[in-house]
């Protein structure tokens, strides 16, 4: 099966999750498929996207080694979804590209 397991709701559908929502744009600039996928369990999608600002907020890394740890989490984890939009966000913080492929010697 190429396709998700779990179709992703639709954000029109599920207009009570609408601050976790805001807060998925706050923080990523995005909704990711994998919370609209956790929207079934809304209670579980609020606890994670609540862990991920506290991680950003409370950290004492600069953002963009905040997210060039993303992006080699999310490569190791072989997770091509989150490489997208991690190495996405790691470009917007202006991060040059040698540095990005260089992430695998650290």
């Known amino acids: 099966n190429d396709g998700p397991y779990l179709q992703p709701l639709k954000r029109e559908d ?9 807060m998925s744009m706050d923080l990523l600039g995005f909704i990711a498929n994998d919370l609209l996928t956790l929207a ?7 606890k994670i996207i609540e862990f991920s600002i506290t991680v950003v907020d409370e950290s004492t890394l600069p953002d963009d080694l905040i997210n060039l740890i993303n992006l080699l989490a999310s490569a190791t984890s072989g997770c091509r979804y989150c ?10 913080y202006g991060l040059q590209a040698e540095k990005i492929a260089a992430i695998w010697g650290f």
């Open 14 to 22: 599920i207009p009570e999750l609408k601050p976790l929502f805001d």
């Open 40 to 46: 079934r369990m809304p209670a579980v999608a609020q």
């Open 83 to 92: 490489v997208g939009h991690t190495a996405n966000r790691t470009s917007e």
